[in-house]
């Protein structure tokens, strides 16, 4: 019966759902919605999906079961979904997305600047331990590796939340000098923030008057041995300032930011350099400088004291315009609008204000691909 049942529906749709190859092949050969209308004469099957696709892709006529359908469309590079009973079958991706969170096993702290490694394409973690690949297939293999963790190889999937712990090793390197004394590289490398927010690390900070100067690297006024510290904000970010005294802070004059020769710190309201005056840390993502801020918003309450609210925020400061804003979902989807495949995967992510500049980063590095 299943046979007879078949092979009168590929007759009737022949002229209609095959080619001459089929027609040449038809003894084997059944076009994809052929077989899925069989099935949901045989089978409590249901199904949805473009006709040229189910039309074009051939299947073996031994293929009886629903239960055989995941197999069955891998040659044709379709897959299925099933969603309140109705499997939805669409084409494959020809590049899937593939992302993850590089931590340390023991602290759960982010791991930054990990190579992460897939076949001939790399990169590197940014500062949350965040990175994003390109990946022909669903579920990748990527080779991970850092020089205080040693290297490891992990299977991460599509569209999932992959978290890839690493355990620190023990490596001991040669002693390298750059610019300064091997203990202070040494303590900045280890313990950044445990310094700044103490005693502070001494820099040589070299000041930039405007926006250009920033971006060519070209220092105003050069401070010797003044001391770089921090104070920690919520949701864990970090402010910068340096510790000077009025008088060297007048001298000064008003700054746009500075550099320590490793990072580079800006406040765009060009302030005057004094022992409170906050800087931000940036980092650059094409023509943008981004950076990390707590912002306020305050309310106006009868009767009573403004109600005030804070809340994290990334800032991105356009190098053509010299203006700042926020870096926000809305924002970002304009930004990505032009790689459809980037802003698919974007708009599927779970955590997509955990991840905004890593979906930054990702496009631009693939527009210079």
């Known amino acids: 019966m299943k046979t007879f049942l078949v092979a009168a529906i590929l007759f009737q749709t022949a002229f209609l759902t095959v080619s001459g190859q089929e027609l040449a092949e038809a003894s084997d050969k059944i076009s994809l919605k052929a077989l899925l209308t069989s099935w949901q004469e045989l089978h ?16 073996d ?7 055989e359908l995941q197999q069955l469309l891998k040659p044709c590079r379709l897959k299925v979904e099933v969603k309140n009973g109705v499997h ?15 931590a340390d096993a023991e602290t759960r702290i982010p791991i930054p600047n990990a190579s992460v490694k897939h076949g001939d394409k790399g990169t590197l973690t940014n500062e949350y331990g965040q990175f994003m690949l390109a990946s022909k297939e669903e579920i990748a293999e990527v080779d991970i590796s850092h020089v205080s963790y040693g290297a490891s190889i992990s299977k991460i999937e599509s569209g999932m939340e992959n978290f ?42 070299k000041f930039f008057r405007n926006l250009e100067e920033t971006l060519n690297s070209e220092p105003d006024t050069v401070l010797n041995k003044t001391i770089l510290k921090a104070r920690k904000r919520r949701y864990g ?73 804070e809340f994290p925020a990334e800032k991105l400061l356009d190098t053509e315009t010299g203006k700042s804003k926020t870096l926000t979902r809305g924002r970002l989807r304009k930004l990505i609008a032009d790689d459809e495949e980037l802003l698919a995967a974007f708009n599927q992510e779970k955590r997509k204000s955990k991840k905004l500049k890593l979906y930054l980063e990702t496009y631009y590095e693939r527009k210079q691909q």
């Open 44 to 59: 409590v099957f249901q199904y949805s999906g473009r006709d040229d696709l189910l039309q074009q892709c051939l299947v």
């Open 61 to 67: 006529v031994s293929f009886s079961e629903p239960s």
């Open 88 to 102: 939805i079958i669409t084409k494959r991706p020809e590049r899937y997305l593939i992302s993850g969170y590089v």
């Open 164 to 205: 890839i712990e690493m355990k620190r090793q023990n490596v001991k390197l040669n002693e390298v000098v750059v610019g300064g004394s091997s203990t202070e590289s040494s303590e900045r490398n280890e313990e950044p923030y445990a310094l700044l927010l103490g005693e502070g690390i001494p820099v040589d900070a």
């Open 237 to 309: 970010i970090y402010y910068h300032r340096l510790d000077v005294d009025r008088k060297v802070g007048r001298a000064i004059g008003k700054v746009y930011g500075f550099t320590d020769g490793q990072e580079v710190y800006i406040n765009p309201g060009t302030p005057k350099l004094r022992k409170g005056t906050d800087f931000y840390k940036v980092e650059r993502i094409d023509r943008f400088l981004h950076y990390k801020v707590v912002e306020r918003i305050t309310f106006p309450v009868a009767g009573a004291a403004p109600a005030v609210i």
